[in-house]
Every structure is written in structure tokens, then in C-alpha cells.
């Protein structure tokens, strides 16, 4: 039993991070329609100035996240102006080609940027753990869970209890109706474009220290979150989180009692048995009611 309950808080813990990278790009397609193929350099890109700021500055990873989320949401309004919106213009499809092509551009930059060499934070709590009974809880996996539960929370929070969140409903059920209450669309899309990037910040923050990273890293972060919000439900914040405990847990059960070699394989089968079942998501319920997906 100890040896399956501490699987278990590994997955747990583990597949917290999964839902919490995972929460922008469930916005931006669920709600959108855009499939944000530059979600993975994104994450990567708010690892590197968040590890620059452990580095040069002392400051604590996670603290570096909410210190980051400023500069990213700028950022993606921007990508929204100047990309997002004018490819959309001309036909909503090429927003996969466009956001491919900033993934690659963003690689690249950081790959200049930083160097091609694999970085990580080491903060202080790095290597320490809670003893809870015969279960060890390290102390880094644990903060950056409470983390990933408090940005879901808030998150859900804006979507259903805010001006914001009722303005992106509309905008998404009936943009035409949506104008005629005041709601502009194209404003909308740019605050969920701003939200969905800034909070990659935290996601980024998670990676810096609990994972080596390179620029090319991107590749396998933007697998796992599709393969999350596929799982979860398109536009399902709280979709999002459940699907990356899932994922989480049944990654950490294969390596303990099947192997190693088999953990990023053998936690796909539920995304399959999902699409068999229940293909629009965990939570598509939550997903049509709070986003209007």
C-alpha cells in the first residue's frame, strides 16, 4: 500500500503541472476555435526568464511566474494584432500554420537568446520533502501544485463570475448577438489571448525547476498539452486540471509496477478510451456552460 499511495502523489502531483501547462491552450481552442501551435515555445520562453530570474537575481521561480505574467500577456496581445486576427481575417485555418510558424521563430530566438544547452533553477527547496506517515511529499512538486490549484480556481473564477467571462460566452455562442449588447468580439479575443499567454507564466515557472529544458524542448510540452485539453474537454479550465491528474497518476502507476520505458506510452490509453467514449471531453458539460463551447 505505501508503495501505491506514493505513486499516487507523484501522479498527483506530477499531473497538477500537466493541468496547469495546459490551461492556455484549452482557452484559446476551446473558446477561439485556434489551435495555438505555439503554446510548447511559449511555456519554454517563460522558463528561460524565469530561470534568468532565479539566476541573476535570486528570485524564487514561482514568485518569478507572476512577475512574468505581465510581460506575456503583452506579448500575446500583440501575436493576437499582428497575427491571430489578420490570419483569421483571411480564413480561420491558417491560425495553426501561423502559430507553427511563431513556434518555430520562437525557438530560434531563444535558441540565440540563451544558448542551446539544457538550463535549470535550482532553488533552495529543490531537494527538500514532507514526511506524511511512510509518504514523502517534495517540497518543490508540492508548492507548484498548490500553484496550478490556485491559478485554476482564479481562472474559473473569470470565466464564470466576471464581466470578462460572461463577455467571452457571448462572443463565442453568437458574435453577432454579442455586438449588439456592446460586446466586441475581436476585443474579447484579444483579453483571451492575454490571459491564455500570461498564464503560461506559471507553467513556464513549474518547467524552470522541476524539469532540464533546451529551446527544442517545446516539442514535447506542446504533445502533452493537446493530449491534455483532448482528454479534459476543449475550453474546460477545471477539464484541463482533472485530465493532467489522470495523466498524472496513470503515468506514475505504469512506472512504478510496469516500467519506466513504458510511462509516456501506456497514460495515452485513457485519451483513446475518451475519444471512443466520451469524445468531447471530461468536463464538456462545464466546457458549453462556462465558455459557450
Not at 144 to 150: D, E
Amino acid at each position: 500500500m505505501t508503495e501505491l499511495g506514493q505513486a499516487l502523489v507523484f501522479g498527483v502531483l506530477a499531473g497538477s503541472v500537466y493541468g496547469l501547462m495546459a490551461t492556455g491552450l484549452t482557452l484559446t481552442f476551446g473558446v477561439m476555435k485556434i489551435v495555438n501551435m505555439a503554446q510548447g515555445a511559449l511555456l519554454i520562453f517563460s522558463a528561460y526568464l524565469c530561470y534568468t530570474l532565479w539566476a541573476r537575481f535570486g528570485i524564487d521561480p514561482l514568485l518569478g511566474g507572476f512577475i512574468v505574467t505581465v510581460p506575456l500577456a503583452v506579448l500575446g496581445v500583440v501575436l493576437y494584432k499582428l497575427v491571430i486576427q489578420r490570419v483569421q481575417r483571411i480564413d480561420q485555418g491558417l491560425t495553426i500554420v501561423a502559430t507553427f510558424a511563431l513556434a518555430l521563430i520562437a525557438e530560434a530566438a531563444i535558441a540565440l537568446a540563451w544558448g542551446p544547452n539544457p538550463a535549470a533553477a535550482t532553488p533552495r527547496y529543490f531537494n527538500q520533502a514532507f514526511r506524511i506517515g511512510s509518504l514523502t511529499v517534495p517540497r518543490a512538486q508540492f508548492y507548484t501544485c498548490l500553484l496550478a490549484v490556485g491559478v485554476t480556481l482564479a481562472l474559473q473564477a473569470i470565466l464564470k463570475r466576471t464581466w470578462l467571462g460572461h463577455a467571452i460566452t457571448a462572443a463565442a455562442e453568437n458574435p453577432e448577438g454579442a455586438r449588439l449588447v456592446g460586446v466586441e468580439p475581436a476585443r474579447v479575443g484579444a483579453w483571451i489571448f492575454a490571459i491564455a499567454t500570461a498564464s503560461t507564466a506559471f507553467g513556464g515557472a513549474a518547467i524552470s525547476f522541476l524539469y532540464q529544458f533546451t529551446p527544442d524542448s517545446q516539442d514535447v510540452w506542446i504533445g502533452l498539452t493537446l493530449s491534455v485539453i483532448v482528454l479534459g474537454g476543449l475550453g474546460s479550465v477545471p477539464g484541463a486540471f482533472a485530465a493532467g491528474l489522470l495523466l498524472g497518476v496513470a503515468e506514475a502507476i505504469t512506472s512504478t509496477y510496469i516500467s519506466v520505458r513504458w510511462a509516456a506510452a501506456v497514460p495515452t490509453l485513457p485519451i483513446l478510451v475518451a475519444l471512443l467514449i466520451r469524445p468531447q471531453g471530461l468536463l464538456a458539460r462545464a466546457t458549453r456552460q462556462d465558455t459557450g463551447t
